[in-house]
Nanobody, 131 residues
């Protein structure tokens, strides 16, 4: 069974940076697509960034493009989200997720970076951006 544990959240001032980490255990990470999602109070969970198993495909939420970077280290079984120039609207609980990318007809859908395509989740880490 795949297990994911996030770390690196905290309180940061606007314009600051944080690096979230996700330790994955149970299966080799190189077989899995991974993603970071977030949920703010009163809002639905949204996909922040995703990366395909081989790293060829990435996707970013429009509002974080140019500020956030997803990466994965298959040797260390780690997934990272580097967040720069943080804004108060980035405040949320951030979740790491993974799945085997078993898409219908083996065709990656346009909305592949959404929670319905990910079956394994971490417990989340709080990110608060405030002065």
């Amino acid at each position: 069974q795949l297990q994911l544990v996030e770390s690196g959240g905290g309180l940061v001032q606007p314009g600051g940076s944080l690096r979230l980490g996700c330790a994955v255990s149970g299966f080799p990470l190189d077989a899995y697509g991974v993603g970071w999602f977030r949920q703010a109070p009163g809002k639905e969970r949204e996909g922040v960034s995703c990366m395909s198993s081989g790293g060829r495909y990435t996707d970013y939420l429009e509002s974080v493009k140019g500020r956030f970077t997803i990466s994965k280290d298959n040797r260390e079984n780690m997934v990272y989200l580097q967040m720069n120039n943080l804004k108060p609207e980035d405040t949320a609980i951030y979740y790491c997720a993974a799945d085997l990318e078993t898409y219908t007809g083996n065709i990656r859908p346009n909305d592949w970076c959404t929670s319905r395509f990910f079956g394994s989740w971490g417990q989340g880490t709080q990110v608060t951006v405030s002065s």
